[in-house]
């Protein structure tokens, strides 16, 4: 029986999620030459910026309002008013998203309000200038990411005529990397689904080196495609909690079909977002797609001697850790702790609906910090750790391999570019959870493992379920 | 009226004029004409894309943070704790502050009723968790700082509680115009709540404290050896590699050595005005400066002849490496841009490379700051005071420095421009200090710069496909 439960202890010790602005910054980069403005204290925008440096290793730039002290007695209209009015005249962005922080939000500036001014007084600059309310104390990174895609949703998409469409569909991918964004397009070129992305950051994020260096980083939706959004046959959201609440707005707003799907993460998962898209646009999945699902069927067959019965400890966000406990489930693999830092009755609800479904028992942890994870895995040791860097030092302490996914991995060069969706995304985890587990095992025994374990009989009952099989 | 040293990309924002001056014969000349000396220290135009941080910055990751065995909690929403989580490298003989981050965790709700209950419980549970913990230090944030929190209070509470230090900072983001301010508040507390606390028994005729060295990795294993082969002491290292113990008995010692000027003159003034404890600035990179450290730190205690063996016995070491490096390094041209000093230790240090600096900048400089860069800096150099993204790529791009010398975050925008790249904040492979790190930055200096990486993007490098923008 599958268990949900909160963190009791007050203080996070190490927790595994950052604040909303970083979510909002990240998602305004998948539209093309639109600028985000911070509305707070210079932290709140350099320490996101240095953060996804970090990750992404680009240059990453975000505007700040530069709160001090003196705005929090008068309030910050007058640097929000200048800090737009900067950055068009410097940049002249397609679109400007300002974010709202603790500190806007704690001494009550009405942001909305402040723009709709600055736009009076400039009827001239002609581009959306959105915003976002993110204080760090509502949610994590991505509520912002979220919300963002909301405001996106609410406010740019142009009135549409009934049965006028634009033949596309609108694919939401959530807080993803760029190579995960690459790989769902060369799923929609295969399917010849024409699409449009909310948002497209794989150009933006992961550029390349040009001679000359463009003004903006290439790539993106364009703000006229955000526009067009409202016309398109579909809505499909790849995450429920990044996105999920956009789609709803398409639905309600211009009465176009949502679809809201579990991450694309493993073979079923990416299974029923093709069969998505031929419910919506009747086109037949690839022979070269089937090929692909062949071989991660073949991928999966080829090491489970290596995998079954092994235990999976997963934190990260909600969608992501969804799919991959469907992935790791596929493996044979027995997902024990699964762990994200959204406090969500709805994600809890879902995740004991999973492990019914797949048979599985799971401590399901919501808000709650890797110290505790920590912990559980001192009292029931698993064999395998699936997370953003910051699980490095568990891995490390309890020599247990970590496999580097979501965000932020920080201490490795490339996994942005890595995509962990889609049938070949999937070939890739797999790949690297037996390579993990091999490389533990050391080079002599790699080849003949299963020969160089102690046999492991189970006592209670047959099957996997009990700590059998496995290491 | 702006004169030819001003930027192009400031041509919107004339308040930019103040800040950027040109090495002249008679000192400093301004852009905007006039005589007086470069604007710093007051507030970042908003949305000039500042590369500043908050104070909290400053006072949680510069001063409080290496401090190794002290339960580091933020109170306040979650991101500035994970934000300020293990990365920057102020390295110890222990890792327990760089493993371990916690945080009071505010939510909504926590925000509209107060978080002193909060952060009492958070403490207590942390000291649970870690009972070897030396004591806590607290860090406030912008949100718990708006509401009216009594933190202090709590601490005191708190410290009678645990039995421990419990150190509270005043360290809200918005209370600065930059990172620097939350030097200051960390000095300040540190000296009010600790220094002194403790009366040790023993002879510290001998005793010094390196003052203002983080031990960015490992920095302080290049010069301690030499201080104490001088037959010298080091009593306690503010704040890097430091236990809260150390940080107690400061005050007994006989010197202060005070590296970084601008984040920690602070203390060595309290500590001079109470317990007059003498100090004396030094710089501890480069061949001429680090020797004069030697002796000026001899000189005081009356061991000349003793500073020139050492010295003698060191440059014996690493000349030949250093006249090695000198020859391939010379006539490049240098762009600097750090928090502070070491735009103005690293001129010399440069020079005795063979090395020009032609360009130097500050995050968070006062006017000592640039006073120093003034008198070191070479006829015509380009100074900046808080520079901005694209301030920072004209300089790069007009003025064509071989090397350009900063942080993590603009270190991208340098390869984005092909521009050779030393990260001077956490180092690329270093310690960088003393005489042996001088080494070290010599050979990723010679690295960065002859990498054939560079030839092969100037030959190779194409326009962004689709553009017809001429080479």
Known sequence: ?471 | MTTEAFFKCDETIPERAIHIAVKGPGGCQRSDGSDCFIASNIATTPGDMTERGCTYAGCRGVVGGPVKDVIQLTHGPIGCAFFSWGYRPHLADSDFHMKYTFVTDMDETNIVFGGEKRLLKCIIEAAQEFPDAKGVFIYNTCSTALIGDDGKDVAKEAAKIIGKPVVFFDCEGFRGVSQSAGHHVGNETIFKELVGSVEPEGDFSRAINIVGDYNIKNDMRTFEPLFEALGLRILTRFTGNVSVDEIKIMHKASLNVVHCARSATYIADMMKSKYGTPYIDVTLFGIKAMSKALRDTAAFFGLEQRAEEVIEQELAKIMPKIEYYRQRLQGKKIFIYQGAPRAWHWIELLRELGMETIAAATTFGHKDDYEKIFNRIQEGAVIVDNPNVPEIEEILKVRRPDLFISGNKEKYVAYKLGVPFVNGHTYDTGPYAGFSGMLNFARDIDKALHSPVWELLKAQGRPVPGTSVAH
């Open chain 1, 1 to 471: 029986m599958s268990t949900v439960m909160k963190q009791d202890r007050l203080v996070a010790i190490n927790p595994t999620r950052s604040c909303a602005p970083i979510g909002a910054m990240l998602s305004a980069f998948g539209v093309h030459g639109s600028i985000t403005i911070n509305h707070g204290s210079q932290g709140c925008a350099t320490y996101p910026r240095h953060q996804m440096a970090r990750h992404f290793r680009e240059p990453i730039e975000v505007a700040t309002t530069s709160l001090t002290e003196k705005t929090t007695v008068y309030g910050g209209k007058e640097n929000l008013l200048a800090a737009i009015e900067n950055i068009w005249n410097r940049f002249h962005p397609t679109m400007i998203t300002v974010c709202s922080t603790c500190l806007s939000e704690t001494i009550g500036d009405d942001i909305p309000g402040i723009i709709e001014e600055f736009q009076t007084n400039h009827p001239d600059i002609d581009i959306p200038i959105i915003s976002v309310k993110t204080p760090s104390y509502i949610g994590t990174h991505i509520t912002g990411f979220d919300l963002f895609l909301k405001e996106v949703a609410m406010r740019i998409p142009l009135k549409s005529r009934k049965g006028d469409s634009n033949g596309k569909v609108n694919i939401i991918p959530g807080w993803v990397n760029p190579g995960d964004i690459r790989e769902l397009k060369w799923l929609l070129r295969e399917m010849d689904v024409p699409v449009l992305w909310l948002t497209d950051y794989s150009d933006t994020l992961d550029g390349g080196y040009y001679d000359p260096r463009p003004h903006f980083p290439p790539g993106g939706t364009t703000v006229a495609e955000l526009q067009d959004s409202s016309r398109s046959l579909a809505t499909i959201a790849l995450q429920k909690y990044v996105g999920g609440e956009a789609a709803k707005v398409y639905k309600k707003r211009h009465n176009i079909p949502a679809y809201i799907l579990p991450m694309p993460i493993g073979l079923a998962n990416t299974d029923k977002f093709l069969e998505t898209l031929t419910e919506i646009t009747g086109k037949p999945i690839s022979p070269e797609l089937e090929r692909e699902r062949a071989r991660l069927l073949d991928a999966i067959v080829d090491t489970h001697m290596f995998n079954t019965g092994l235990k999976v400890a997963i934190y990260g966000d909600p969608d992501l850790v969804h799919g991959l406990v469907r992935l790791t489930t596929e493996m044979g693999m027995i997902p024990r702790f699964v762990l994200t830092a959204t406090e969500s009755k709805a994600w809890g609800d879902d995740m004991v609906a999973l492990a019914d479904e797949l048979g599985i028992e799971l401590d399901i942890m919501m808000r709650t910090d890797l110290h505790e994870l920590h912990k559980r895995m001192k009292a029931e040791p698993v064999d395998l750790l699936m997370g953003h860097s910051k699980g490095k030092f568990l891995s490390d302490a309890e020599h247990v391999p970590l496999i580097r996914v979501g965000f932020p991995v920080e201490d490795r060069f490339g996994y942005h570019r890595r995509a962990i969706v889609g049938y070949k995304g999937a070939m890739y985890l797999v790949d690297e959870i037996t390579n993990a587990i091999m490389e533990r095992r050391g080079s002599l025994v790699s080849n003949t493992l299963m020969a160089e374990m102690e046999e492991d009989i189970p006592m209670n009952g047959g099957g996997c379920g009990s700590g059998g099989c496995g290491g």
